[in-house]
């Protein structure tokens, strides 16, 4: 999705599509390991969408902050209260690849480090 055909609720509904992926992978991953893993955090990088554009300001509408890196990022998008870095990255995965996949942006990615 370019500027010219930027519609709000696109990225409304692929924001809303990408937390309830994020939600349901983190769910069953934690559902299969639960806490039994090392502690760490996950989160999903946008790059290429500057953060006064159309765009950038409806991701920041959804929790995206600018970071350090000049990508919109989103921390713990599945929104799960576990430590476990798995579960975190399942959820991040989860969101990235359908907002990739419904807002057609190239340079959507997931990470995760470990505390």
């Given at each position: ?27 069953i991953s934690?559902a ?28 920041q ?55």
């Open positions: 999705m370019n500027a010219k055909d930027f519609n709000l609720e696109a990225v409304q509904e692929a924001c809303a599509q990408a937390a309830l992926h994020a939600q349901t992978a983190a769910a934690f299969q390991i639960g806490e039994g893993d090392a502690c760490g955090f996950a989160w999903v990088n946008v790059y290429g969408v500057r953060s006064n554009s159309k765009m950038g300001k409806a991701l509408s959804f929790g995206f902050r600018k970071d350090y890196t000049g990508s919109l990022q989103i921390w713990n998008p599945s929104g799960h209260g576990t430590q476990s870095i798995s579960v975190k990255e399942a959820g991040a995965y989860a969101y990235a690849k359908v907002l990739k996949e419904r807002l057609g942006l190239d340079k959507v990615y997931a990470g995760s480090r470990m505390d």
